[in-house]
């Protein structure tokens, strides 16, 4: 509007100029004029070229009259541009960020299954390597037969299981969901944990039924031939002993499992001070009942030092170890029991000279109702509990259970407590 203005203003004075001097004058003012126009101009077309071939946010581009407008209109929309961009790509990383602290594996693709993106999980759960996979097909980087027949037949209601091949020991849970039309987002769950605690159970109350189930099947046959046959008083007396064997080996099992179940769900142990001396002499008399008089029952040496905890728990624990050593060895045979204290911790062991363990058992000894000898276990009246309740028990306490054995020679149990544990 300005430029018009000032062409209209140039003309006039230009005819003026003509008709006042030589005509010539006059066009000269006018060329004159309009070459300055146009320079002025070319300067400011310049700048502006320039400036768009790397707009940058700062009062280089300022300009003249109207120039200075559009300069500045310019000027705004690139800074709003900028922010626009920079606001975005931070939202853009706060996701990316937020997928990568994800403990799942995540995978998105795009309509041909191809890699657009990936976190590290997953990039360690499948063997990928997003720099060097991105835009590669998913069914070309995981070649496993199961999983590449699950993304061909595209029926996701159900997640896929898998093993993967590089690390056969683990368990993927993979769930397809499709995002943005056919766009599909891969999430791979690591269950193996899940899945370990899940067989765990499903062994137990399998191991428990069977443990059951003996016990009551002969309880239950005795009681039809009581039913059925005339028996004479003794043999009746008989059945009936037999019958409180089978009624006892099955609330001693009952037992265990309460015990067991109480110090899994309980609350951290009391801390209460344990007499160690006092409770080395009370599993002492209680192994030489049970012994009756056919071991030698030892205390070899009783440090100073009482035991910070609960002692229902930690007298359940070592009179197991007790009660085993006097089970496994054979009539003659003798048991120690030591407390030593030394400055780094304090350990209760029960030594035997009984049948000893083949070392391949050790590993598994603190499962539940494992037993080296199954007829030698139920023979003694053992529920295949006892070590499991032990181990439990000092693990609560801090300490650990510490196994060593030769087949033959004897056993030794030790229960390892931390030096923080005692008064
Ligand atoms: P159980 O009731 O069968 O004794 P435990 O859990 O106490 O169950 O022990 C598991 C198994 O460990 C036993 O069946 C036995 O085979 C073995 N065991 C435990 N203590 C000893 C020991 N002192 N000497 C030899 N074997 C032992």
Redesign the pocket.
Same mark, same amino acid.
């Given at each position: 509007m300005r430029h018009a203005l000032l062409l209209l203003l140039i003309t006039p004075i230009a005819v003026v100029i003509g008709w006042a001097f030589p005509v010539w004058y006059g066009w000269a003012f006018l060329c004159a004029s309009l070459l300055c126009l146009y320079a002025y101009q070319s300067w400011h077309f310049s700048r502006l070229d320039r400036w768009t071939r790397n707009p940058v946010i700062d009062t280089s581009l300022e300009g003249r009259g109207s120039w200075d407008t559009i300069f500045g209109r310019l000027y705004h929309h690139e800074k709003d541009l900028r922010e626009q961009i920079a606001f975005r790509e931070k939202n853009i990383d706060l996701l990316r960020s937020a997928v990568q602290a994800l403990a799942d594996g995540v995978v998105l693709l795009d309509l041909q299954n191809n890699v657009v993106f990936c976190n590290n999980t997953a990039e360690m759960q499948l063997g990928l390597q997003l720099a060097v996979d991105r835009g590669q097909s998913i069914l070309h980087l995981v070649r496993q037969p199961e999983f590449v027949s699950y993304l061909e037949h595209a029926d996701f209601a159900q997640p896929l299981t898998l093993r993967p091949e590089r690390y056969r020991d683990r368990i993927y849970t993979i769930h397809i969901i499709p995002y943005a039309g056919s766009r599909r987002l891969m999430q791979i769950k690591d269950v193996t944990q899940a899945e370990r605690i899940d067989q765990t159970r499903r062994d137990f109350v399998a191991n428990v039924s069977h443990e059951l189930r003996t016990p009551l099947t002969v309880l239950i046959g005795f009681l039809e031939t009581l039913q059925t046959l005339e028996l004479s008083t003794a043999e009746r007396d008989h059945f009936l002993q037999l019958m409180m064997e089978q009624s006892q080996r099955m609330q001693s099992i009952v037992q265990d499992l309460l015990t067991l179940s109480a110090i899994e769900s309980a609350p951290p142990p009391e801390n209460t001070m344990i007499d160690m001396a006092n409770l080395l002499q009370q599993l002492q008399r209680d192994a030489e009942t049970l012994s009756q008089g056919r071991h030698r029952i030892v205390v070899a040496s009783c440090d100073a030092g009482q035991l910070r905890g609960s002692e229902a728990e930690l007298f359940s624990a070592l009179s197991?170890l007790v009660t085993? =050593?006097v089970?496994?060895?054979p009539e003659g045979g003798t048991i120690t029991l030591r407390w030593d204290v030394s400055p780094h911790d304090a350990a209760f062991s029960v030594q035997?000279t009984?049948?000893?363990?083949a070392a391949e058992?050790i590993p598994r000894?603190?499962e539940r109702f494992?037993?080296?000898?199954k007829g030698?276990?139920r023979h003694?009246g053992?529920?295949?509990?006892?070590? =499991?309740i032990a181990k439990h028990a000092i693990t609560r306490h801090q300490g650990h259970l510490e196994i060593r054995?030769e087949l033959g020679k004897g056993?030794c149990?030790v229960a390892h407590f931390p030096i923080n544990r005692l008064a």
């Open positions: 197991n085993n =050593a089970r496994y060895t035997d009984g049948t000893g363990i058992h000894l603190t494992y037993r080296v000898d030698r276990s003694s053992g529920t295949g509990l006892g070590l =499991a054995s056993s149990f």
